[in-house]
């Protein structure tokens, strides 16, 4: 998109519409910024009542005397509700509304006043809002179908901001187009985004950004590393696994380093404890958390963020066969810990252990964090709206959570209870893969903290609810959001 500014209102280009915020007030709509330049557009309008500013809401008045043809009434919402998130949401109703109209490709925006907000926050925000919902996936439409597909905008351009302010903007858009590159990974088919494919994307990551390095091990270097509980899910599938590892080394001068592994099932049926209908069809999301940790690299190596990450995405798929891995059987750790499996469908931490395991002995973090699509009880738990966090490390848990209430990807502090522990007993293994559904996200993430090595700062993610949504809303315009990168981006660029 090309994002542009201008100092005064006299300056601006021409474009197909111009935008006014308004907040709601009890009796009428009242602009949210000083626009008597036209006042006579909106005066009997607001006075009608036909628009009362709710948030959100778009009233189109039409002119032939502006240098736009239309003019936008955009809605915040009441004041005293006003949150950083209201603006992202407000300005992501606008482009719903103006792709329907499909000749509206450029914006003239003037910005609202907002009291203890500045105006490159407000400016920030309204970017985000605009950007994160101005996507479309397409890509499996045939071509004749396509042609009535709502067209993205194309220019925004921001009236009276600074060119500092527009740098903020910019690196908004660079952000995004990561978010984009994750789900459009995470929409496309599951056939489409094999272990191979997965790796083939990260070289390219490695390609397009000098600082970052890619490592691919594939299914020979897995068992000389006797990564037991990857090969055993990857045992039913027809396409062989990889551990992938991409490094952005942006700050050599610094021994901090931030792993993010992400599990990488690119499809999961359950295995032999097979998902019922229902509950497999959204099953190639099951890699978001793989698509957020890669992503996370590529827009750190984008933004050149001074920070060191490693990304590492165990990929395989959960298929069912003739050789898939049983419950009842112990397949052994690459941390040399058994495991009984009691649900093949509970296969993400097993995965992630061994990624862990690997992540601890080769790569050498100073903390971790790992993004899964784990567990259907955090979406019981926690809907759609915030992911579950498990963490044992007190500052890394404010710092984490400080980074989501920032990018509205909320987090919400789960509890790591010893008590639980009891449940993944086995009587044949070390441990157990899973221990019944109750409280079922947090022995999830007991399991897991069994592989992280003693004074390792770790979080672990769940984010089932909020990776792939039932239906598309808000500034999220398709399934997939992209969940993660906006967090881990703003929490690495502060640490």
Known sequence: MDITAVSTLEKRKEADLLVLPFWQEEKVAKPALACHDFESYFKFPVA?????????????????????????LLGLGKKKNFSEDVLRRSYAALVKSVRAHKSIKSLNLLLPEIEKTQENRVSQLICEGILLSNYSFDQLKE??????????????????????TLDLCKKSEILITSVYWARDL????????????????????????????????????????????????????????ALIIAEYNGDPSSKEKTAIIGKGIVFDT????????????????????????????????????????????????????????????????????????????????????????????????TRMIDLATLTGAIVVALGEEMSGLFCNNKKLTEALIAAGDKTEELLWHMPLYDKYKEKLKSPIADMKNSAGRPGGSITAALFLEAFVKEGMPWAHLDIAGTAYLEQPKGYNPTHATGVGIRLLIEFLSHE
């Open 48 to 72: 009608s009542g036909d628009f009362l500013g709710k948030e959100g809401h778009c009233l189109y008045l039409y002119t032939s005397e502006e240098k736009e043809k239309r003019i936008a």
């Open 143 to 164: 071509e004749s179908l396509k042609e009535g597909k709502l067209p993205l905008l194309e220019k925004i351009s921001f009236i009276g901001i600074d060119k500092a």
């Open 186 to 241: 995470v929409n496309q088919n599951a056939d489409l985004k094999s272990p191979k494919i997965l790796a083939e994307a990260a070289v390219e990551i490695a390609k397009e950004y000098p600082r970052v390095k890619t490592t691919i091990l594939g299914k020979k270097e897995l068992e000389k590393e006797k990564m037991g509980l990857l090969l055993a899910v990857n045992r039913g599938a027809a396409q062989d696994p």
């Open 270 to 365: 359950g295995g032999l404890n097979l998902k019922p209908t229902g509950s497999m069809e959204t099953m190639k999301c099951d890699m978001s958390g793989g698509a957020a940790a890669l992503g996370t690299v590529r827009a750190a190596a984008a933004l050149g963020l001074k920070c060191n990450i490693v990304a590492v995405v165990p990929a395989t798929e959960n298929a069912m066969g003739p050789s898939s891995y049983k419950p009842g059987d112990v397949y052994r750790s690459h941390a040399g810990k058994t495991v009984e499996i009691t649900n093949t469908d509970a296969e993400g931490r097993l995965v992630l252990a061994d990624a862990i395991s690997y992540t601890q002995m080769y790569l050498n973090p």
